[in-house]
Each structure stands twice: as C-alpha cells, then as structure tokens.
C-alpha cells in the first residue's frame, strides 16, 4: 500500500545517486528519475538540485525527507497490525547483525523463525557492530543485533544473550604458552585481533584498561574483518588469538585449538537488540520474542 515514489525519493536522498537508488530498489533509473519527477510535480518544488554528476538536496527536498521515514515506517506498522487482526504476520523486516553474532547465533535462529513465519520476507545486513548501529540510523535496517560495551543515545539496547571472548591459539603452533598467562605477559605476545570498530575488540580493550594496559601496547600482528579469518590466520601463524567462546566450539572439541587461560582479566560481553527509540514494535518485536523463548537452545 505505501507510496513507492516515497521509497524511491528516500533511496536517491541518502545515497545522493540516482544510479545507486536503480541499483538498491531494482528499478530501472529511467523508472527513478520518473518518480522523482512526478513527485516534483505534485509539490511543485524541485527536490534535488543538479551540479553536474553529483546531486544534493533542496531545501524542499529536506524537508520531504525528514517526513518520509515516518510516513514509511508508519505504513509498514499499519500493515502489520492490519495483517495481524487475522492472525498473519506479513511483511519486510530487514536485519542487521555484527559479524560473531551473524555467523554463530542467527543461522539456527532464522531457519526457526522463516519456518514459523514463512510470509515474512526477511534480509540480513553483515557489518561490524559500529556499521550496524550507522545502517540503523540511516533506517537501512529496522533490527540490529550487536555485541560490544558501547552505547548511543539515540538507540534502545534490550540484552538477549551473555558471551565471552577467550585467548586460544593453534595446538600445533610454535608459540610456547602455559594454560595461564597474566594480562601483563599479553604486551610480549604475538597477537591477531579483530578491527577496529567490531564488539569484540571493544570488550578487548576495556578488559586490558582495568589492568592499565593499553591497546597500543600490544605486539598486534594483524587486524582482521572477521573471526574465520582469524582462525585461519592462527592455522599459518604462531600467534595468539582473542576471539568468541561461540566461534570455537568446534575446533576446542576437534582438538585443534586450545584456550589459553588470562588470570584475573575476565571478557564478558552482552549480545544485544539495537532499535531506534521511539520505534518499537511491529515485525521488530515479534522477532525479538521470538528469539528471546529460542534463545536456550542457544
């Protein structure tokens, strides 16, 4: 029922691209620049101005915009609740999920929910908790799942799961490491820990803070995007990693990784929903229930 012309105008606003806009909404850009024109027309306003290749908002423009994602979201939430009168959950709910979170919790999770829920068209956004938190904001998304110690204002956190990173390395690996080390014996060690910007190296530095120890202090070898590349790393490298106790079950249990005990540095993190405050319910909350009951399988 909502106004494709609205999705459109909102697609090219924030990407400031009439290309980009074709590509994300998969229209053909003649098909865009015809919305856009036909909504000029209505308002009898022009809503971009043209310099060249680039385009930028008029002030009518901004304007439109600062309503749009109200008016979407508000239709998305009508036909929710409209479907709902039946006992129908119908729709689009677009996730998004930092990298631990999308590759060891949500697979089992979303196979239960697509199955339960099968008119629901579901789509999941991968990023660093930083990125997701941005893609919220942006209303590129209307769920995030994010892991970390950081908190934004503007955004609701609900905790639905309890996590904890561990030091381990490959049990083939030359680096000869007791079971315990202390923090201060990290600054000697090798290390490869995930970028900047992820949860994981969030909690990483706040453990070492309550030990006086500082990021930079660390002999760091590499940053990488993801846990997998950090396994795969430590499989061709003697070093040591920090990485999710969920991300290693497999290989603790093969054998082919072992923990590597830090005393007295605990890394306890929450695995958190992420929404925009005000802008609770609908799709978003059904999913959030959903896996809050699901999470003691997890």
């Known amino acids: 029922m909502s106004d494709f012309r ?8 924030k990407n400031l691209s009439f290309t980009k806009a074709s590509q994300e909404l998969f229209v053909s850009q003649p098909a865009i620049t015809k919305h856009i024109q036909e909504l000029e027309s209505t308002y009898q306003a022009r809503l971009f101005d043209r310099q060249g290749s680039k385009i930028s908002l008029t002030e009518a423009g901004k304007l439109l915009l600062e309503h749009c994602d109200r008016i979407l979201e508000d239709y998305k939430q009508l036909e929710y609740e409209m479907h709902l009168l039946h006992n129908e959950y119908t729709g689009e709910l677009k996730l ?8 060891y919790v949500l697979p089992p999770l979303l196979g239960s929910f697509i ?37 934004l204002p503007n955004l609701k956190y609900t905790t639905f799961l309890e996590d904890e990173l561990v030091a381990v390395v490959h049990t083939k690996s030359k680096l000869s490491l007791p079971e315990e080390i202390t923090p201060e014996d990290l600054q000697k ?8 910007g992820s949860g994981t ?27 997998e590349s950090i396994k795969l790393f430590l499989e061709n490298a003697d070093c040591m990693g920090i990485v999710s106790i969920r991300s290693i079950f497999k290989e603790l249990t093969a054998g082919t990784f072992r923990v590597v005990e ?8 929450e695995l958190c929903f992420v929404q925009l405050q005000g802008q609770e319910g609908g799709l978003s909350q059904a999913f959030m229930q959903f896996a809050m009951h699901y999470d003691r399988k997890l």
């Open 6 to 13: 609205l999705k459109v105008f909102r697609s090219v606003a």
């Open 96 to 103: 998004g999920a930092s990298t631990t979170i999308a590759q």
């Open 115 to 151: 199955r339960k829920f099968s008119q629901v068209n579901l789509s999941l956004l991968n990023g660093n908790s930083r990125g997701i938190e941005t893609a919220l904001q942006e209303h590129r998304i209307d769920l995030g799942l994010v892991e970390g110690i950081y908190r």
């Open 189 to 196: 060690i090798p290390l490869v820990l995930r970028e900047r």
């Open 201 to 227: 190296l969030d909690v990483i530095e706040r453990a070492l803070s309550g030990h006086n120890i500082k990021l930079s202090n660390l002999n760091v070898l590499m940053y990488l995007g993801s846990t």
């Open 262 to 269: 830090i005393k007295d540095m605990s890394m306890l993190r």
